[in-house]
C-alpha cells in the first residue's frame, strides 16, 4: 500500500531516480511513505527494472523483519501462494502506473484469492491487496465499492495489529481523504482526527508523517469552511517542516 498513501490527494511529482544505487533505491523504498504516490510509483517501476524486490521495505537479508509492503507481520516467503500473491501485487501496482486498471483489477482479485487461501480473512497482509482493488474500483468511478474496500482494508489490518499501531496511519488516511473527494466531509474529518490522534500518540513531534495527517484533516476542515481551525494546524505543520529543515544533513 505505500505508494497508495497520497493516491487521493497529491499532485504528481516527476522523479529520476535512474542515477540511484540499488542501496539507495532500497532504503528510498524504506521511507516511501514521505513520497508522493507518482514518486513511489517511479521509484517502484526503476526497483522493478533492476529486479529489485519491492515485498519489503528492507533489503532482502539482515536482521529487520521481512515486511510486505507495509504490513508489520512476517510472511510465509516459502509458501508458493503467498509469493504469488505478493507478485500479483506488484503486477496489479504496475498496471495502474500503465494505466491498465482491468489488468490491476484481475492482479488484485487474484491475490486476495491467495492470501485468503494461505493465510485466512484476518490477516494484515490482505490490507495491500484491498487497497489496490479499492483503487482500481476508484478510478473505474465505482466509489460505492471503492470505499467499501478502503473500510474493509482499514478493518482487517486493525484486527490483526490493534488500533493503536502507527501502521494504521496510511489506512486511515486513505479512507478519510476518500471521504473527502466523495462529499462526506463529516466522516472524512471523524477518520482524519483519529489519524491525527493516532500519529500524535506514537509519531514523534517532528515526524513528517505527523504534518501529512494534520494537512489531510487541514483540506477536510477547509472545505467545511472552517477556516481558523485549519489555520491553527497549518501552523503546527510549518513548525514541523521548520524543525525538519534545521536539523543537520
Not at 15 to 24: A, F, I, K, N, P
Not at 194 to 220: C, N
Amino acid at each position: 500500500m505505500g505508494f497508495l498513501k497520497k493516491l487521493f490527494s497529491s499532485p504528481a511529482v516527476e522523479v529520476d531516480y535512474s542515477g540511484h544505487t540499488d542501496e539507495d533505491l532500497r532504503a528510498l523504498w524504506s521511507q516511501r511513505d514521505q513520497l508522493t504516490d507518482q514518486a513511489q510509483r517511479l521509484l517502484a517501476q526503476e526497483m522493478g527494472k533492476r529486479g529489485l524486490s519491492v515485498d519489503s521495505a528492507q533489503p532482502d537479508e539482515g536482521d529487520a523483519p521481512d515486511e510486505l509492503l507495509q504490513e508489520p507481520i512476517k510472511l510465509p516467503r516459502d509458501d508458493p501462494k503467498v509469493a504469488e500473491a505478493m507478485r500479483l501485487q506488484r503486477v496489479a501496482a504496475q498496471a495502474y502506473s500503465h494505466g491498465d486498471l482491468n489488468g490491476m483489477l484481475a492482479a488484485g482479485e487474484r491475490s486476495l484469492e491467495l492470501l485468503r487461501e494461505s493465510l485466512g480473512e484476518d490477516h494484515a497482509a490482505l490490507g495491500t491487496t484491498l487497497n489496490l482493488l479499492a483503487v482500481a474500483k476508484k478510478e473505474m468511478g465505482d466509489t460505492e465499492e471503492a470505499a467499501e474496500l478502503l473500510e474493509r482494508a482499514l478493518s482487517v489490518v486493525e484486527r490483526a495489529i490493534g488500533p493503536d499501531d502507527p501502521m494504521l496511519l496510511p489506512y486511515l488516511r486513505n479512507l478519510g481523504n476518500f471521504h473527502r473527494v466523495r462529499g462526506r466531509l463529516d466522516e472524512s474529518e471523524r477518520v482524519l482526527r483519529r489519524a491525527l490522534k493516532l500519529g500524535e500518540k506514537s509519531l514523534g513531534p517532528d515526524e513528517p508523517g505527523l504534518a501529512y495527517a494534520m494537512e489531510d484533516l487541514i483540506e477536510t476542515l477547509r472545505a467545511l469552511d472552517r477556516n481558523d481551525e485549519a489555520d491553527e494546524l497549518q501552523e503546527r505543520v510549518d513548525q514541523i517542516y521548520d524543525a525538519i529543515a534545521a536539523e543537520p544533513p
